[in-house]
């Protein structure tokens, strides 16, 4: 489980926030994602110095109580609330459930308001009660989102609530998830960095994720590791940062979160206990940004595949022959085992939605150095001529063909067909 009290004392940097209006935009009838989510678990109590923190590094998702919802918004931020009333007991008290209603009656107006949060990592005997709170929620304010966080792939049956072997077990849970809760949104953590190399369910869970994620019509968000917190983990560096944020893009996903901010008993995360932050927050500083940019050119497309080339760790699939997207040339294949870091890269397919039953051609991929201990350059043939996506400037610009790609460590591209 992950902490929730707010520990550390954040400064305010000079820069002004990106996301100076996000709170001002009026909501949509029913929850949307809006502006790609870049968020955070366990951070520093919402004051302003914090929150001019926050947006300065370009997280556009803070957590607060309902008295700091109008800090959030001062500073151009949404907030996720947490209120203890936030549970299914609340729903079983008539005491508790009046006041429940009060509270949504009072913070559903606010415009900063963005989502609630209900809990972190359930049991799937849980989920009945969870699903009765969903849709008690949907039923009062059915423009904020009701957020809960799930297991990775690593949890045991009995933490899942689920039997059989990591992929039936896992699947299973996910189905119960979506169909029980009725969730908008699927949330879930994996933490890979390990003192003795890397965990290799990564990218089973990604697959697992965006799967049920398609089935069910669902954005889905992934919470990637920042930070140690016991022995046998490590702290992530930069270019592993870089690896996490873009792989997580090449699947698909429309919100990322990092464990932690700043928390006790957790070194390295992106801000001391102090308030002053450490070398992650300019790091991420920069690939927040591009996350919500990229992500937010994806956000109207369709994930049609992902594929890897050069080691296939658990959950991935070769890149076909007959991709119409391809790396030219084509990489070495190489032998998987784990612990090691995974090699060589990845690419990420999307395209226009389509009505059920016809096939979409691919428009865009996200292409990603899987390698975040060196830099590479990839060479990838289109359909059409080609043109990149600089995520500093929002601009599209034109590429040769075949593109000539020069990736950093970890790093990735976005690219298209040539409208």
């Given at each position: 489980m992950k902490p929730l009290a707010h520990a550390c004392l954040a400064t305010a940097l000079a820069t002004l926030p990106i996301f100076a209006d996000a709170a001002e935009t009026p909501a949509p009838p029913r929850w949307e994602v809006g502006t790609p989510i870049v968020t955070y678990w366990a951070g520093p109590a919402m004051t302003d110095a914090t929150a001019q923190q926050m947006a300065n590094g370009g997280w556009n998702l803070v957590w607060c109580?309902?008295?700091?919802?109008?800090?959030?918004?001062?500073?151009?931020?949404?907030?996720?609330?947490?209120?203890?009333?936030?549970?299914?007991?609340?729903?079983?008290?008539?005491?508790?459930?009046?006041?429940?209603?009060?509270?949504?009656?009072?913070?559903?107006?606010?415009?900063?308001?963005?989502?609630?949060?209900?809990?972190?990592?359930?049991?799937a005997t849980n989920f009945p009660s969870l699903g009765r709170l969903v849709a008690h929620l949907r039923e009062r304010d059915p423009r904020h989102l009701a957020y809960i966080n799930l297991f990775p792939t690593y949890a045991s049956n009995e933490q899942?609530?689920?039997?059989?072997?990591?992929?039936?077990?896992?699947?299973?849970?996910?189905?119960?998830?979506?169909?029980?809760?009725?969730?908008?949104?699927?949330?879930?953590?994996?933490?890979?960095?390990?003192?003795?190399?890397?965990?290799?369910?990564?990218?089973?869970?990604?697959?697992?994720?965006?799967?049920?994620?398609?089935d069910a019509g669902?954005?889905?968000?992934?919470?990637?590791?920042?930070?140690?917190?016991?022995?046998?983990?490590?702290?992530?560096?930069?270019?592993?940062?870089?690896?996490?944020?873009?792989?997580?893009?090449?699947?698909?996903?429309?919100?990322?979160?990092?464990?932690?901010?700043c928390h006790p008993g957790h070194k390295g995360a992106i801000a001391n206990a102090d308030g002053t932050p450490t070398v992650l927050y300019p790091v991420l500083s920069k690939l927040?940004?591009?996350f919500a940019a990229i992500a937010g050119q994806l956000q109207p497309l369709r994930s049609l595949g992902v594929f890897h080339a050069g080691m296939l760790p658990p959950g991935a699939e070769a890149l076909p022959a007959e991709a119409v997207f391809a790396f030219d040339p084509p990489l070495p294949e190489r032998a998987y085992k784990a612990p090691e870091p995974v090699?060589?890269?990845?690419?990420?397919?999307?395209?226009?939605?389509?009505?059920?039953?016809?096939?979409?051609?691919?428009?865009?991929?996200?292409i990603v150095n899987l390698d975040y201990a060196a830099e590479a350059d990839i060479g990838l043939r289109g359909p059409a001529a080609l043109e990149i996506f600089d995520a500093a400037t929002g601009q599209w610009l034109p590429a040769a063909s075949p593109a000539k790609l020069h990736l950093p460590r970890g790093g990735g591209v976005l690219v298209r067909t040539r409208p």
């Open positions: 109580g309902e008295k700091e919802l109008d800090v959030a918004r001062k500073h151009g931020l949404r907030a996720q609330l947490t209120d203890g009333l936030l549970s299914p007991a609340s729903l079983d008290d008539p005491a508790r459930r009046q006041q429940l209603d009060a509270l949504i009656a009072r913070v559903a107006p606010h415009p900063a308001l963005y989502a609630y949060f209900i809990t972190d990592e359930p049991n899942l609530g689920n039997r059989g072997d990591v992929v039936t077990a896992y699947r299973e849970h996910l189905r119960q998830f979506v169909d029980v809760v009725k969730p908008a949104l699927i949330s879930y953590d994996h933490y890979q960095f390990t003192t003795h190399g890397d965990s290799g369910q990564y990218f089973l869970n990604l697959a697992l994720i965006r799967r049920a994620a398609q669902l954005p889905f968000l992934n919470i990637v590791q920042a930070c140690t917190w016991t022995p046998s983990m490590r702290v992530p560096d930069g270019d592993e940062m870089r690896y996490l944020v873009y792989t997580t893009l090449a699947y698909g996903a429309q919100g990322i979160s990092y464990y932690v901010y927040n940004r591009e090699k060589g890269a990845l690419l990420g397919l999307f395209g226009p939605a389509r009505p059920a039953g016809e096939n979409a051609k691919p428009t865009h991929a996200v």
